[in-house]
């Protein structure tokens, strides 16, 4: 059963389109992220739900009711920002006990509850200090505990880690992953990094220019995914793309291709409506290329990255096509090398 | 080279501002004789000047052959302030002496005779000594009359708060404008913020029709000049009274004490006056404020529950405090020193003037007495200088650390 329900959601701001039909299902205890390249409306989305922007046409339910004429406090939502949006007048304890206070809880059971939030994070020894006095983490902390302490039914994050650095996101990525375990409460999250998706989500949601290109989990959409932009957008380094032609399989899910020296058959083809002669990508992981001498894909190395986990090679074939090799070995490729590669059909993809 | 310019420009103004500044305190601190006789900067250094005192009082009849005093106690005793500090340098000498010319002869010389050096006094031998004491010594017992003598003493500074004394306690004038100065600036500061807060609220976060163009509107009525407003609104005030009349007449027994007539021209009026020519600017001011603070602060607050009125005291007006307060100091500062509102909308009753009203009638009374004026002019400046000290503490930089991002 749908814990948040989006049908045909639209938003324009004034002549732009920013979302465009979604329809989305988000289960009970899920852990949701919504990722995209900047401007893709993913904010604009998660703010669509909070009820911090109106919609244009659809509808939104949240926990069966259906909230677009409710206020944001009336949604059973809490919303953790990006820029922690702390209020620097108040101690950590009144910032997290504003809400409760606002409802007319009572002093005890404010109390009890800001107590029981901060043990969680465990932060009860920054319950009367001022934002001001607070780290980053601290801050993104006490952002996070003021959205425990409403109890919502759907815990919104808006790019929470983006204003912390690296060590930190790390870090705190991997609290809000236990959190979730231990809260098991539905969530929506942000994020601009495929990191961060890949590792926290149950349900990943790729969207583009408003639209939702993919819905799946990160393993389902990391290998088989339903566009090239979706192919593109997760994984790292980047998927590589060769141009060919499509041979044979056209309006069946394995395709055969030729291209850039390369004849496969039996590769996973993702568009449909494609027939046989007609320019189709190639597309494969930097990471599920094999070198073989004997192997049909040829380049030149351009760049070689030694990441010491990890050896990253750029190269380019004979028609100018870059494209990048990469594996956790040691290799001793210089730039300026041809090297060869073979392909496994079974890992590549035809867009 | 640029640098340095600057800080001759800037000096340049300090100096200008803060000369005439103390002009006025010195004079203020004066004797009304050295206030009318010196200028202020003559204050600071000591003044060779010169002072009559008396050797001793007239009913002091006792015969003595030795006498000893101090010229300052003497200078003293018939002062209540200012007392005469200093060294004696001369005393001048006025008496006949005999003359080596013509024998048997006397004559009449003026002469300054020095410490230390022996004079004739009255037949007897008078020597002071610097520091003030004398000693009058006669060959026999004598019950010599007081003398009068003309010392020249090198005075040091002196400084007295009679001024003061007597401008707030001689009588009410300057005690009554303060308080009518009270009356009229605390309300006609209060009024205002409050309601241009609540108004820079909404122009800056509630969405309602018109907002824009009304803000344009209310922003480009800082241009009206007051005084050309004043028939209008004067008029109006007349009309308001006339109204307030009839109905204290029908309402009340008024009729019988003849007491049913409204001042046009009171208190109220003029908070009314200085609420509306002051808004369009603290609006403009604090508005712009209040649309700088972090929107996702205000998204926040939302979310937790609060309503637009919650929002506002309980986020609004903590975090404006800055903005709230120079503001504050623009309209008090600007209220207290107003004078042409008042004289033509503030209550003509004599007790009931303000500050600067009454420092106007002063330049009749006093126009002589300078070390009055000035100890009324202080008195009035000092109020706005203890407002802004007060209000320094309020202007907080980083209000907003740790609330957002790189806040």
């Excluded at chain 2, 609060?306 to 623009?330: C, G, M, N, W, Y």
Aim: charged content about 20%.
């Amino acid at each position: 059963m749908a814990q948040v329900e989006l049908k045909g959601v639209k938003k324009s701001f004034g002549k732009t389109d920013v979302i465009r039909d979604v329809n989305l299902q988000i289960n009970d205890g899920e852990f949701v992220v919504f990722v995209g390249p900047s401007g893709c409306g993913k904010s604009t989305l998660l703010r669509l739900i909070a009820g911090l922007e109106e919609l244009s046409s659809g509808e939104i339910h949240i926990a069966d009711r259906a909230v677009m004429d409710l206020p944001p406090s009336k949604r059973g939502i809490a919303m953790v920002f990006q820029s922690y949006a702390l209020y620097p007048h108040m101690s950590v304890f009144h910032n997290m006990a504003f809400s409760l206070d606002l409802q007319g809880v009572s002093k005890a059971e404010i109390h009890e509850r800001v107590l029981a939030a901060a043990k969680i994070l465990q932060m009860e020894h920054l319950l009367d200090r001022r934002p001001a006095a607070l780290s980053g983490g601290q801050r993104q902390r006490v952002a996070i505990g003021r959205a425990i302490v409403r109890n919502p039914d759907v815990f919104l994050f808006d790019e929470p880690l983006s204003n912390l650095d690296a060590a930190l996101r790390h870090d705190t990525r991997v609290e809000i992953a236990k959190l979730h375990k231990q809260l098991g409460a539905t969530t929506v999250y942000v994020t601009h990094d495929q990191v961060e998706a890949m590792t926290l989500a149950d349900k990943i949601v790729v969207l583009k220019d408003g639209e939702v290109m993919q819905v799946g989990s990160p393993m389902d959409l990391f290998k088989s995914p339903a566009n090239e932009f979706v192919a593109g957008f997760l994984g790292s380094p980047k998927m590589n793309f060769f141009e060919g032609e499509l041979t044979g399989g056209a309006g069946t899910d394995q395709g055969h291709f030729k291209g850039e020296g390369l004849t496969l058959s039996g590769v996973r083809l993702v568009s449909t409506d494609k027939s046989v002669g007609d320019k189709i990508l190639l597309g494969i992981r930097p990471q599920h290329m094999t070198l073989d001498s004997d192997g049909l894909l040829k380049g030149r190395a351009t760049l070689v990255e030694r990441l010491g986990t990890e050896t990253v090679v750029e190269l380019l074939t004979e028609q100018g096509t870059s494209f990048r090799f990469a594996c956790p070995e040691m290799l001793d490729i210089a730039t300026g090398q041809d090297v060869s590669f073979s392909i496994d059909a079974a890992r590549a993809h035809l867009f | 080279m640029t640098r340095t310019l600057k800080h001759v420009v800037l000096l340049l103004i300090v100096v200008i501002w803060v000369v005439p500044f103390i002009a006025l305190v010195t004079t203020s601190l004066r004797s009304e004789t050295a206030s009318k006789t010196s200028g202020f900067w003559t204050a600071f250094t000591p003044t060779e000047l010169g002072h009559r005192f008396g050797t001793h009082s007239r009913d002091e009849t006792e015969p003595f052959v030795s006498m000893s005093g101090n010229i300052f106690d003497r200078l003293n005793a018939e002062r209540d302030s200012f007392d005469v500090t200093g060294e004696v340098k001369s005393i001048l000498f006025k008496g006949r002496v005999p003359d080596p010319d013509n024998e048997g002869n006397t004559k009449l010389i003026r002469k300054l005779i020095f410490a230390g050096e022996p004079m004739d006094v009255r037949g007897g031998e008078f020597v002071f000594a610097s520091n003030g004491d004398f000693i009058w010594t006669f060959a026999e017992a004598t019950a010599a009359k007081p003398k009068n003598l003309d010392a020249f003493i090198n005075q040091d500074p002196v400084f007295g708060t009679d001024a003061y004394v007597e401008v707030l306690f001689e009588n009410k004038n300057v005690p009554n404008a303060l308080i009518s100065s009270f009356i009229v600036t605390i309300p006609a500061t209060i009024i205002p913020i409050t309601i241009a807060a609540f108004a820079a609220y909404a122009f800056a976060w509630m969405r309602f029709p018109g907002r824009d163009w009304l803000f344009v509107v209310v922003v480009s009525l800082m241009v009206v000049p007051t005084q050309l407003a004043f028939l209008p609104v004067l008029q109006g005030f007349s009309g308001i009274a006339s109204w307030a009349t009839s109905l204290n007449a029908w309402m009340t027994d008024c009729e019988l004490t003849q007491t049913c007539k409204v001042a046009s021209k009171s208190f109220a009026s003029l908070w009314v006056t200085h609420t509306a020519f002051g808004l369009p600017l603290a609006i403009y001011l604090l508005r712009n404020y209040i649309v700088g603070l972090p929107k996702e602060l205000l998204e926040s607050a939302r979310i937790d529950g609060a309503s637009h009125l919650q929002i506002f005291t309980r986020l609004i007006i903590p975090l404006s405090v800055p903005a709230l307060a120079s503001f504050s100091i623009f309209q008090f500062l600007w209220v207290w020193n107003d004078l042409i509102v008042a004289l033509y909308i503030g209550p003509a009753d004599s007790a009931d003037l303000v500050f600067p009203i009454r420092l106007q009638k002063q330049l009749g009374t006093f126009k002589d007495q300078l070390h009055l004026l000035n100890a009324s002019a202080v008195i009035s400046m000092i109020i706005p200088v203890i407002v802004f000290l007060s209000m320094q503490r309020y202007f907080i930089r980083g209000l907003l650390a740790g609330s957002v991002k790189g806040g």
